[in-house]
């Protein structure tokens, strides 16, 4: 496959889901108020005395973002089953890691949309300070995300193809992705305290190996994972 | 494609024969360990602080240690399954998770057991202890994932990539929780450990990565078993085509 | 035993479903510029060895080749000369109809030219819903749009699952025209069906998928659906 036809393999792929994405917004609004509610009851299993909450500030936006983040994935390839479109996808010839990348382009656009709108919510409920650290944080972000995308974009394309979906992906994901929260918290907390180029950036090389052991392990074997 | 033909054993004597064979088999395994435990317990003196308490660690290390190594065993036979496509490779993966899973459970439970008069607590966010407990369920997850599979060869190659993505992943865990937590003591090794227990503690290893060959073993026979019969009645479906 | 001429040849395909064999061992050869149609009742593995031919399933036993080229080791040679119409059309309900074809171009690398999109929908009776999104399409238009997708694939072999359902007649002569113009062009097709007038109008031998294998087909011999 010359890098043209991968080229425009992956964004077509990107741009469709994409798409679909924006016309149906089911997806999106779902996500978002899974988010936003997820915050709200960690609040309330934690408060009301915000000094607590202050604390666990990072690792309960982290949680947040993995847990309604997930739901994401699975819909992914829903969209092709339904439309009975999978077998098509695959009848392209060539390597099928066009595919995985236009997905994982899609979905990494759709989770870092969601903490686009998540992260201020949670600025505000539990009184962190955001703008200061503002590029630091980004950059976590970013970071975290990728590794997080990545790994349950691969997963989903096991877990959406059997019964019991909803209960796999979590299962198969969620231990993976041990190091990956312990290293985004770990980083978050850092920026967050005004320290981003202190011992936050251990945890920010930890995240980056992470991001580039998976995004090589997924992009060579997305080939065994789709196929029949 | 082939491989589904591969399994060619002799079915009709094979059973019996194997079966005392195995027998013997688990028999000497037990000896074996009951007389590492034996030599451990009867060679070690109490230890200053932990008192007897310390013997349970002739089983909680070489339980730890072999279950790393049944995780090597699910690594080498995932990678093998890509390779050669060969059915056997994907049997003994599935075989040694499953051993790795009991193992790995065995290493928490004792650890855990050690840890409540030791530390004063059931559970510690030690970084091996979590370490342990996040591979345990990254193996449960692997083992779902085959119960949920039905189709062989899809099973396989799925199964093989979950397989290897886990073992990748065991370095950064332990990296990440090292890390994030250091409470534990160094590491158990012979030549960590007062000379009075490392003989006791190499010769029960020996005798736990036995019990693991020998589980592994089992456990592949049986699937391979299974896999014999299905192809017999695969033959008489395709009225004697196969 | 591939030879030149043939378009499709398979031999010995078996597949089974956890233990249930659905294909027992089918022989079958199709000739270049010939139509095939398959009969078969319910469950008789139409469907299965059509996805066989496709790559999209291994075979458990057996071996096939398309023009040449290998089913199960050269699976690329394989689909980049076939088109597939099954059950499902492929169509993105949330895409418009030239999204939709503007989309299988992209995959194949072509460009996207508007022009060409909207000559390849008049062919299929969609000139004026090509900005419609195909969730608003009923079955007929969403398998006219399909059929408008494996035209822009150009195949040379094509595979159609019960082409017919859901169309008028105006939309059968579509599948007609297309069966005509891939043979034209030295390609060839294998259709299911369960309608025995258009398997002997349309294809130049039928054949039956009886007990997992492939038996010429007698007419008057009724195949219930």
């Known amino acids: 496959m010359t890098a043209r036809l991968a080229l425009s393999r992956v964004m077509a792929v990107a741009w469709k889901d994409l798409t679909t994405e924006r016309r149906s917004k089911a997806g999106f609004n779902g996500v978002v108020f899974m988010a936003a509610i997820t915050l709200l009851m960690f609040g309330f299993a934690l408060g009301p005395d915000p000094a607590p909450i202050r604390t666990a500030a990072a690792g309960l936006l982290w949680l947040t973002v993995l847990l309604s983040g997930v739901l994401a994935f699975n819909r992914s390839y829903e969209l092709e089953i339904e439309a009975g479109a999978l077998d098509a996808l695959l009848l392209y010839p060539g390597g099928r890691w066009p595919i995985f990348a236009g997905k994982l382009l899609a979905n990494l656009a759709f989770v870092l949309l969601v903490e686009a709108i998540t992260v201020p919510i949670a600025g505000v409920l539990y009184d962190l300070p955001l703008l200061t650290p503002l590029p630091g944080l980004v950059g976590v972000l970013f970071l975290g995300t990728v590794g997080f995308v990545t790994l349950g974009t691969y997963y989903a394309a096991m877990a959406s193809r059997v019964r019991a979906r909803e209960v796999l992906l979590p299962l198969l994901l969620f231990p993976m992705l041990v190091p990956l929260l312990v290293a985004a918290v770990g980083a978050t907390k850092a920026v967050l305290a005004g320290d981003p180029m202190g011992y936050g950036s251990a945890w920010i090389r930890l995240l980056a190996a992470f991001d580039i052991v998976f995004l090589a392990a997924t992009f060579m074997t997305f080939d065994y994972v789709i196929g029949e | 494609m082939t491989h589904t033909m591969e399994p060619r054993v002799s079915t009709a004597t094979a059973p019996r024969a194997k079966g005392s064979a195995t027998l013997i088999g688990a028999l000497i395994v037990l000896a074996l360990v009951a007389a590492a435990q034996a030599f451990g317990f009867l060679t070690s003196p109490p230890d200053r602080d932990m008192g007897h308490l310390q013997k349970i660690m002739y089983v909680h290390v070489p339980a730890a240690w072999n279950a790393f190594l049944a995780f090597v065993v699910v690594l080498a ?28 459970a065995l290493t928490i439970a004792l650890g855990s057991i050690w840890g409540r008069p030791t530390w004063g607590v059931w559970w510690t966010w030690d970084p091996r202890l979590t370490s342990t407990a996040i591979l345990l369920v990254i193996i449960v997850g692997y083992l779902a994932l085959r119960s949920f599979v039905d189709e062989p060869e899809r099973r396989a190659r799925w199964s093989a990539v979950v397989g290897i993505l886990g073992a990748l992943n065991v370095p950064i865990v332990y990296m990440s929780v090292r890390w994030w937590r250091t409470l534990h003591q160094p590491q158990s ?31 592949y026979r049986a699937a391979r078993l299974e896999r014999i019969s299905e192809l017999a009645a695969e033959r008489e479906a395709l009225g004697g085509r196969g | ?94 895409l418009t109809a030239a999204e939709n074809l503007g989309f299988t171009l992209r995959m194949l690398g072509r460009s996207v030219d508007p022009r060409a999109v909207e000559a390849t929908l008049i062919t299929v009776g969609l000139g004026a819903h090509a900005n419609t999104r195909a969730r608003g399409f009923s079955a007929g238009m969403q398998r006219r749009l399909a059929l408008a997708r494996l035209r822009a694939l150009e195949p040379q072999l094509l595979l159609l699952d019960e082409p017919y359902s859901s169309l008028d007649p105006e939309g059968v002569e579509l599948v007609t025209a297309l069966i005509a113009d891939t043979r034209r062009a030295g390609g060839a097709a294998i259709l299911i069906t369960h309608d025995v007038s258009r398997a002997t109008s349309i294809a130049d031998r039928v054949v039956m998928l009886d007990d997992g294998r492939i038996a010429p087909w007698t007419p008057g011999v009724l195949v219930a659906e």
């Open chain 2, 77 to 104: 036979g995932s990678v093998m399954y890509l390779w050669k496509r060969e059915e056997k490779w994907d049997l003994l993966a599935a075989s040694a998770a499953e051993v790795a899973a009991v193992l790995t």
């Open chain 2, 189 to 219: 090794s012979p030549s960590t450990v007062d000379p009075a227990y490392a003989w006791g503690l190499r010769l029960n290893a020996i005798a736990f990565l036995l019990v693991m060959i020998w589980l592994v073993r089992a456990r």
């Open chain 3, 1 to 94: 035993m591939s030879s030149a001429s043939s378009a499709v040849e398979l031999a010995g395909i078996a597949r089974r479903f956890g233990s249930r064999w659905v294909l027992k061992g089918a022989d079958l050869v199709v000739g270049s510029g010939e139509a095939v149609a398959i009969l078969g009742r319910n469950g008789s593995g139409k469907t299965t060895l059509l996805r066989i031919v496709a790559t999209l399933l291994r075979p458990s036993r057996g071996s096939g080749v398309v023009f040449g080229h290998d089913l199960a080791r050269e699976p690329d040679a394989v689909r980049s000369r076939i088109g597939l119409l099954g059950h499902t059309n492929a169509i993105y309900p949330d």
